[in-house]
């Protein structure tokens, strides 16, 4: 399965223009999902997304990587559009992974349980989804919560789609994590603070 990761887009809340440059102890923000996808068992080629608002973060890419994650340059006129774009650009077949740049503590074994998850259904696309419960244990505020069937839901920035059907509305399926490292994306400096404490915390 191919796996794009979207960093085109500006970060305002963080008070800066690129969230995927963002310096995280002691590496970019984006450089610890790339990490992870790469060494996925599930993973084949890893992409990043970029457009004319994210030169430093294609740089970045560029200059740690090489050829091992590639580059996909959409117009950034929005985040459809330009997934849309991505996903045809790739050449894709069959399922793809759409995720965030900020997910700093997903792991490959997260990423591989995903896919083995959704490969086990017969529904074209799948979202990631985390309860607000965990947010509040966490002492954090999601910005997005949806209303999914009674129970408050938190979309984690992860999803499988078929890129055949990209252009289509497709019928979607939910997975539903406990796990604070798939949950948890760096949206602002208290998330970012957060992922440092639980990075550091591994480190002892």
């Given at each position: ?91 894709s077949t069959g399922p793809v992974m759409i995720l965030m740049p900020d997910l700093p503590l997903v792991g490959s074994e997260h990423i591989d349980a ?91």
């Open positions: 399965m191919d796996a794009i990761v979207m960093a085109g887009g500006l970060a305002q809340r963080l008070g800066v223009e690129e969230k995927a440059c963002v310096m995280l102890i002691d590496r970019p923000l984006i450089s610890y999902l790339l990490d992870s996808l790469l060494g996925a068992e599930h993973i084949g080629r890893v992409f990043v997304q970029t457009s004319p608002y994210s030169p430093e973060t294609e740089s970045c890419v560029r200059d740690r990587y090489g050829d091992d994650v590639l580059i996909l340059r959409t117009p950034g006129d929005n985040y459809v559009g330009d997934m849309v774009n991505a996903v045809k650009d790739a050449g995903i896919v083995e998850s959704y490969e086990e259904r017969s529904i074209p696309a799948m979202s990631v989804y985390a309860p607000i419960g965990l947010f509040r244990e966490l002492g954090l505020r999601p910005g997005t919560v949806f209303n999914k069937n009674g129970e408050m839901l938190v979309p984690v920035g992860i999803n499988v789609l078929d890129s055949a059907k990209i252009e289509e509305e497709q019928v979607d399926s939910d997975y539903l994590t406990h796990i604070p490292e798939v949950a948890i994306n760096v949206d602002s400096v208290v998330e970012l603070a957060k992922c440092e404490e639980m990075l550091l915390a591994r480190m002892v």
